[in-house]
């Protein structure tokens, strides 16, 4: 079947616009996930509920610097990722640091991708301790969810694989709301600080 693509113009052609269509669903879904997590834990940490209607509208407010921040991230972390060798990992934990606060600053302070990813940049920097905090907290959480997914997984894969699959993906969605909520909590909080008279500007 190889063979017979390569020797085929349009089943080439066929191929690669699949292959687009798959990245241009998967990105659109990973926005959809921000959009939805991060709108809805600003919500719930602002006014004490969150509905998916709090996520649909971060989603249609946002939904194209979503998208510019998540490629700039990429970007920036594919660097970080280089040069990691180097800096002996400094550069991937400075990745994860100084822009973790990126897509709170962009979805709930209603920044454009440069200015949330620069503005996630000076809080994390003016609060590096609190930060780095956060940071281990957010790990810790993952890999808890990741143990804790795995092992119900495991024990529902006895009953059907299906079964597996969809309790490792809720396992792993639970796992990431929280995260973001912690996150967004945080960015909140050092945002109020930064923007208070005599904080720093």
Known sequence: ???????????????????????ALAMLLL????AYVTGMAGAAWKHGTASLRDGWEA????????LVAIV???AIGLVAALLAPVT????????????????AAVIIGERSALAGIAESFALAWENLWPTLAVVALVVAIAAAGGWLGGWLGGLAG???????GLVAAVAQQIVVAY?????VGEYLKLRNLHEAPGGSQ
């Open 59 to 66: 989603f249609e407010r946002r939904g194209s610097e979503i």
């Open 1 to 23: 079947a190889g063979n017979e693509a390569a020797g085929n113009p349009q089943a080439q052609i066929a191929a690669i616009l699949a292959a687009i269509a798959a990245v």
């Open 179 to 183: 995260a973001t909520l912690v996150v």
């Open 72 to 74: 700039l991230l990429f």
């Open 158 to 164: 006895r009953a059907s694989p299906l079964l597996a």
């Open 88 to 103: 002996l990992l400094l550069s991937g934990a400075a990745y994860a640091a100084l822009t973790i606060y990126t897509l």
């Open 31 to 34: 926005i959809c996930e921000m």
